[in-house]
């Protein structure tokens, strides 16, 4: 039988909660399709930091790249200065183990009410490709006369092509695995003829980061060349913000560095119902990879078993997806829409149902399920 041996991160606030319920569902999929995951927790985190000073040691990271992949709820902690746990766990993980991509599905489901006025599930279903290694994020950058009325803050966008190259591979490789049979539902018969199967859109700011961007648009059109099958488009991250709600039919992929990727993806994540609902994974194809949900810790929320688990549920899946238990995760999918049809809202208090119960609903479907 084949065993997945899973790092699990439940970090801060609502994260063990949400995990608890991602687990459930794992542990389900994974008796009805015969595999095994063996799970080992840590308790990297806010507490963790309070208590012993340390957020994560080189040491930890090098552990967890002996794993199949990593699990992780939130971090965020009320009493820790932001930017500790953030720069010290979420970021050391995704920089240090090279975990390139944040893929980002944007997908509105059945039954979930979204903030745009007349759009339906085929109008809201895309995926953002966030660079997730270098940009703004990367802590390059300094004071000059701190303190003084002099004083300066420099905060550096910096990418290199082999990050700007390896990320948009990846989103034209990723849509074309995607599209190969079913090509994208919103070309045109005339695209469709020509042999188009996919759209991918570089989301950047050419008018203005005129040399990040100018690398980014280069490298987009280079490699698009050896995707002739796959429409390319290009838009400014203000536009797109635009775009995305008013026509977000428009988009099929869409690849952009780390900063802008952070926005516009908490900016989809609305539209598609929520942070109860968004579902991430850090991807390194060549090492190991990290799924988390996109929302934070929400720790007013903590312990009241009214989250929603969603997020974190879908996350799961995505994982198994990455895993190769394609089966067992669309086997997930199916049972989330299922249990989504049964909620109230995907929004917290509001749900109809607790926390627990969520998880139940969508266990429950996996085991009725053919
Ligand atoms: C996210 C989060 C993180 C980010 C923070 C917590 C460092 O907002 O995963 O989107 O900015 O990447
Ligand atoms: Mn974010």
Redesign the pocket.
Known sequence: MKKYNLAIIPGDGIGPEVITEGLKVLNVAAEKHHFQIETTHFDFGGEHYLKTGEVLSDTDVEELKGFDAIYLGA??HPDIKPGIL??GL??KL?FDLDQYI?LRPVKLYENVETPLKNKNPEDIDYIVFRENTGGL?TGIGEFQNKGTDKEVAIQSMVYSKHQVERCIKFAFETLVKRHVNTPWRGLTADELNKGKIAKLTLCGKTNVLTYAFDLWDRVFNEVATCYPQIITDYVHVDAACIYMIESPQRYNGIVTC?MFG?II??LAAVTQGGMGVAP?GNINPEGVSMF?P?H?SAPQFAGKNVINPIAAIATAGMMLNYLGETTAASDIENAMRETIKTMDSMLVGQMGLTTSQVGDSVAAFITQSK
């Open positions: 971090v965020g953030e720069k979420l970021l995704r944040n994020y780390n952070d993806t908490d991430s988390e996109v934070g």
